[in-house]
Nanobody, 122 residues
Framework: VQLQASGGGLVQPGGSLRLSCANS????????VGWFRQAPGKEREWVSC????????YYSDAVKGRFTISRDNAENAVDLQMDSLKTEDTAVYYC????????????????WGQGTLVTVSS
């Protein structure tokens, strides 16, 4: 299983980006999927998780109210809409499958994909 994160780029503070996490080998609808990020010199940080379709989604306090996680069934993807971006959102963003509940617990995630770099700068 290999997840692929895409959609990163350079954006000004206050701007928006939409990231996508896709996989061609499995149906992401069968799994809870989470987003993490890692800024330079910092540990990997949990950002958000969507549980099974029609289930609840969760967000870290740092992004709550600004980021929205959703499923794109047509593309077999899980997207992360990021609005009102701040310079402190600059990081490499990763997605992974949650296999053991506890949406914010990094060790519950497997099958990390390559990340996508988000840079928020003026």
């Amino acid at each position: 299983v290999q997840l692929q994160a895409s959609g990163g780029g350079l954006v000004q503070p206050g701007g928006s980006l939409r990231l996508s996490c896709a996989n061609s080998g499995i149906s992401l609808d069968d799994y809870a999927v989470g987003w993490f990020r890692q800024a330079p010199g910092k540990e990997r940080e949990w950002v958000s998780c969507t549980t099974r379709p029609d289930g609840p989604s969760y967000y870290s306090d740092a992004v709550k109210g600004r980021f929205t996680i959703s499923r794109d069934n047509a593309e077999n993807a899980v997207d992360l809409q990021m609005d009102s971006l701040k310079t402190e959102d600059t990081a490499v963003y990763y997605c992974a499958l949650n296999l053991a509940g506890g949406p914010s617990i990094t060790s519950h995630y497997r099958y990390w994909g390559q990340g996508t770099l988000v840079t928020v700068s003026s």
